[in-house]
T-cell receptor, first 114, second 115 residues
């Protein structure tokens, strides 16, 4: 499968715990995006990377959230001291450099904070 | 700020019939792109169709076509010959030309195709 891969698909955690999600973009896609989707809503932009550089962060990305893309390939999204309001689907998307206006999405990681 | 509005939370259509999903947006940008994405129950978003704002011609992809009214900031999706596999959430999305290229999504329309 050469699509965008996200791991894990589901994560259940207790409030206050830290969680980390991983996204593997399509090979050679230089832009990678993170979105959050809550029930009944469309995805909301969190942050994006061009190669290893994090170029923009949404106001939704509080200090408890951090994202990295250390080698310009896979990315991780960490949430520290999780809160119940963090429960959502976290989606990753990637874009080839030659066609920046097409984003390919992964299946997402569903986070449930108890 | 960019906003995308989908005023139809749920719609249904008989198999083989035609259905139109509405989308309006608000922006002060001149360079932008518009998209319709489909999200089946498996939750993976799939691109249905896209439109460059500078193109006057409406985009078409097989059974899917759009009615892009730039002055009215309207971008509706028409699905012809609806199939059971079209059952999904449909999201309208706006993308600025620069910088960032992140999407701004509407709240979605849940489409059910009835056999």
């Amino acid at each position: 499968d050469t699509g965008v891969s996200q791991d894990p698909r589901h994560k259940i955690t207790k409030r206050g715990q830290n969680v980390t999600f991983r996204c593997d973009p399509i090979s050679e896609h230089n832009r990678l995006y993170w979105y959050r989707q809550t029930l009944g809503q469309g995805p909301e932009f969190l942050t994006y990377f061009q190669n290893e550089a994090q170029l923009e962060k949404s106001r939704l990305l509080s200090d408890r959230f951090s994202a990295e893309r250390p080698k310009g390939s896979f990315s991780t999204l960490e949430i520290q001291r999780t809160e119940q309001g963090d429960s959502a689907m976290y989606l990753c998307a990637s874009t080839p450099g030659r066609a920046k206006n097409i984003q390919y999405f992964g299946a997402g990681t569903r986070l449930s904070v108890l | 700020a960019q906003t995308v509005t989908q005023s139809q939370p749920e719609m249904s259509v008989q198999e083989a019939e035609t259905v139109t999903l509405s989308c309006t947006y608000d922006t002060s940008e001149s360079n932008y792109y518009l998209f319709w994405y489909k999200q089946p129950p498996s939750r993976q978003m799939i691109l249905v169709i896209r439109q460059e704002a500078y193109k006057q011609q409406n985009a078409t992809e097989n059974r899917f076509s759009v009615n892009f009214q730039k002055a009215a900031k309207s971008f509706s999706l028409k699905i012809s010959d609806s199939q059971l596999g079209d059952t999904a959430m449909y999201f309208c999305a706006f993308m600025r030309g620069n910088p960032g290229n992140q999407f701004y999504f509407g709240t979605g329309t849940s489409l059910t195709v009835i056999p």
